[in-house]
């Protein structure tokens, strides 16, 4: 299943040009992930056993204006042993405007090594897979 939440783009999201910087989109997503985090752990603490992103990348499809607000989806795109990969896409007027993938990794805070996801984590996690490809 995805999750969606609704974002309003603010004036300081944009550039020069009046168009949704490419900033704003690693904030927003983000933001939206923070539910699935609390799920994660409901005190955000995340210690000793927690996670680190290791990777992150946005594919920009068309504009984003800051005229309307935008939906974000977020899903668990894979699911490994010790790593999992979000995928999050930004929707406007019912148009796929971004999609951004971040890998993060099970870690300890502790030992500053990574670790497998715990069980835990690992039923949170799975109740958010899907596979886009199959709508």
């Known amino acids: 299943m995805f999750v969606t ?11 020069m040009q009046g168009h949704i910087n490419f900033l704003a989109y690693s904030k927003w997503f983000d933001r939206v992930r923070t539910p699935i985090y609390r799920e994660l752990d409901p005190t955000l603490n995340f210690k000793p056993h927690g996670m680190v992103v290791l990777k992150t990348e946005v594919t920009y499809l068309r504009e984003v204006s800051v005229t309307t607000d935008v939906e974000i989806r977020s899903w668990v795109s894979l699911l490994g042993n010790k790593s999992f990969e979000l995928t999050q896409d930004v929707w406007q007027n019912g148009e796929r405007c971004a999609i951004g993938k971040s890998i993060f990794c099970g870690f ?6 990574s670790e497998p996801l715990n069980d835990a984590f690992r039923a949170v996690l799975e109740k958010y897979q899907w596979d886009e490809s199959s709508v």
Do not use: G, L, M, R
């Open 5 to 15: 939440a609704a974002v309003t783009p603010q004036i300081a999201d944009t550039d």
């Open 108 to 113: 300890n805070f502790s030992s500053h090594t």
